[in-house]
């Protein structure tokens, strides 16, 4: 998402293009938000991934690094015994597990804030077929009037960010505050 002077808060959708509809017949053409799954020959943080997504979907490049994750709050890594590390993330907005479907997937959301000036490119490996806009009012209208418009995987963390940013004035100036150098 970011955050415009005179438009407030818009969040960020792109059209999911399925190139292998045997890998996922459901959600193809479906609005989703930048989202994937753990790099396990990376050995991949959760926001080690929810980086590279940012950079890769938004068409950024692996250098771009004007973006705040909100959600990671008081991130913690820390091991009991030697040869193990662990990734505590207390605060993020929600946490999903698909049960049934093309993919099983499970994680957790969080709200990335990009500066304003910032705009997607088409991703290199074409999986989006369009990006949109849209304010959180009228997104959290959408989502609830045409659910299966939204990739199912994806559709609970925003329909909990919107609600978070229209019901949780907390929440939605902590957004706001958020500052980027010029």
Known sequence: MRVL???GIEIHLQKRFVRNREYDPLNHLKWETIGESLSKK???????AASREIQEELGLGKNFKRFRIIGSDGKRS???????????IPNPICSINQLQGAQ????????AVIP??????????????????LSPDK??????????????LHYPV???????????????QKIL?????Q
């Open 158 to 172: 925003i329909l909990q960010a919107c609600d978070m940013i229209v019901y949780n004035s907390s929440f939605r």
């Open 78 to 88: 820390f091991t009991t015994i030697p040869g193990s590390r662990v990734e505590w």
């Open 177 to 181: 505050n958020v500052q980027f150098k």
């Open 5 to 7: 002077p005179q438009k």
């Open 104 to 111: 099983q997937w499970e994680g957790i959301g969080f709200v």
């Open 116 to 133: 304003p000036d910032i705009d997607p490119k088409q991703d290199k490996e074409g999986e989006t077929a369009g990006h949109r806009w």
């Open 139 to 152: 997104l959290l209208k959408d989502l609830i009037q045409h659910p299966g418009n939204y990739m199912s």
């Open 42 to 48: 990376r050995r991949e943080s959760f926001l080690g």
